[in-house]
Nanobody, 117 residues
Framework: QVHVVESGGGLVQPGGSLRLSCAASGSFLSIDTMGWYRQAPGNQRELVATMIFDGTTNYADSVKGRFTISRDNAKDTVYLQMNSLKPEDTAVYYC???????????WGQGTLVSVSS
């Protein structure tokens, strides 16, 4: 069983920055893809950014140039540096650990990011 735990959410003013962290633990050798998704009230969950084990990244168009995903494979941890935050970035941010080869698709409990003046 794999557990995924996020941290780092909070309240920030527009234009501010936050850094989210996510650690995966459990019985596995490595995780192919780790990433971040978000869900705003009344909206579906959407992709924010993902990173494959080899470092390949994928970003939603809405966050390109503002958010940066990084990963420490040795610690099974993924980070999301969020800069120039906007009110529309307000959402619950979820971490995901995915690896089709081992049937892994684990989600964290979510961390709230609120961007407001």
């Amino acid at each position: 069983q794999v557990h995924v735990v996020e941290s780092g959410g909070g309240l920030v003013q527009p234009g501010g920055s936050l850094r989210l962290s996510c650690a995966a633990s459990g019985s596995f050798l490595s995780i192919d893809t780790m990433g971040w998704y978000r869900q705003a009230p009344g909206n579906q969950r959407e992709l924010v950014a993902t990173m494959i084990f080899d470092g390949t990244t994928n970003y939603a168009d809405s966050v390109k140039g503002r958010f940066t995903i990084s990963r420490d494979n040795a610690k099974d941890t993924v980070y999301l540096q969020m800069n120039s935050l906007k009110p529309e970035d307000t959402a619950v941010y979820y971490c995901n650990a995915y690896d089709w080869a081992i049937g892994l698709d684990a989600w964290g409990q979510g961390t709230l990011v609120s961007v407001s003046s």
